[in-house]
C-alpha cells in the first residue's frame, strides 16, 4: 500500500464528548502507524496542550493553531505569527470593552485579565490539565500563532471588518479564535504536503467542526464525524458514526485504511 498521510481533528474526533480517548481510536491510529502511513494531528490547540495525545499516539507530526504552527517529526517547518501592531490595537480597544483576550504561543498561554467569567466558563470546556496564568504583557517582544478574543455572537460584530489582518474563528459561544488573514487548517496542512510531495489523492482527514470545513472540503478523502457539524458534513467524502460509537475508527477502516 502507498504511504498515506491522514490528518485527524482532537476534539470531538480523536477526543470523544468527555474528553478521552476512546480505546479504538488508539488502536486504530497505531495500526496506521504500523503500516507505515504519516499519522498527523490538525488542530486549533496550540502544541502545549495536547502533549499527553502526541505521547500517547506517538505522532509527532502535526497542524496546531489552525494552520499556523506545522511541525514535522518535530521540526518546525511553517509559523504564521499574528500582526504584533493590530493585535495590539486590538487588545486595548478590546480591554476598553471588558473583552478579555488570551495570548497563545507555541509553548504557553497566558491571559490579560484575572478571573474573567467569560475566560473561566469557555476554558473550562477543553478540561485542560494546567490553568492558564495571567500575564498582561505576555505579547510583548515574542510571535504569537493565535489569540483567544473573548466575545458573544453579538458582540463581535462591532470588530469584524475592521480587522483585516485577522480571521475571527468562533468555537464557543463566548469566545473566538483569532488567526492570521487567511489562516486555516488547510493551509497548515497544504505546506505540510508540498514539504513531503505527496500526491494529494494519498492524502485523508477527519474532522468535526467548522475550522475543519475547509480542510474536508479540499482534501480529496476526508470523513466528517456523526458528531460533526452541518457544514462537515456536507463537504465530506463520507461521514462516519458519533465519537462515542467508535465512529474514528469505523470511519478508518471504511476508508480501508485498516
Known amino acids: 500500500m502507498t504511504k498515506k498521510l491522514i490528518f485527524f481533528d482532537i476534539d470531538g ?44 499516539l506517538g505522532v509527532d507530526t502535526y497542524v496546531s493553531y489552525n494552520g499556523s504552527f506545522v511541525v514535522y517529526e518535530e521540526n518546525v517547518i511553517y509559523t504564521a505569527p499574528l500582526d504584533k501592531r493590530a493585535l495590539l490595537q486590538l487588545e486595548v480597544e478590546g480591554h476598553e470593552n471588558n473583552h478579555p483576550m488570551m495570548f497563545m504561543d507555541h509553548q504557553n ?9 467569560s475566560i ?28 483567544l478574543f473573548f466575545v458573544d455572537q453579538e458582540e463581535i460584530k462591532q ?27 488547510w493551509r497548515g496542512i497544504k505546506q505540510l504536503i ?20 475547509e480542510m474536508l472540503e479540499n482534501i480529496h478523502n476526508s470523513v466528517a464525524m ?18 462515542d460509537e467508535d465512529g474514528l475508527y469505523l470511519g478508518i477502516k471504511e476508508m480501508g485504511l485498516i
Open 13 to 56: 474526533t480523536l477526543l470523544n464528548h468527555d474528553k478521552q480517548l476512546p480505546e479504538k481510536a488508539i488502536e486504530a491510529i497505531h495500526r496506521l502507524k504500523e503500516k507505515g502511513h504519516i499519522v498527523a494531528i490538525a488542530t486549533g490547540r496550540g502544541p502545549f496542550m495536547y502533549e499527553d495525545i502526541r505521547k500517547t
Open 109 to 117: 498561554m497566558r491571559q490579560n485579565v484575572e478571573n474573567h467569567p
Open 120 to 147: 473561566d466558563e469557555s476554558i473550562a470546556t477543553l478540561k485542560l490539565t494546567f490553568t492558564p496564568d495571567y500575564d498582561p504583557s505576555y505579547h510583548a517582544g515574542r510571535d504569537l500563532y493565535q489569540a
Open 159 to 185: 470588530y469584524e471588518g475592521r480587522y483585516p489582518e485577522f480571521e475571527f474563528v468562533r468555537w464557543h459561544p463566548l469566545s473566538v479564535d483569532i488567526l492570521p488573514a487567511g489562516g486555516s487548517k
Open 194 to 213: 508540498d514539504y513531503l510531495n505527496i500526491d494529494p489523492s494519498d492524502v485523508y482527514a477527519f474532522g468535526d467542526g467548522l475550522n475543519d470545513v
Open 226 to 243: 456523526g458528531n460533526g457539524c452541518s457544514e462537515a458534513k456536507q463537504v465530506a467524502d463520507y461521514v462516519t458514526a458519533d465519537v
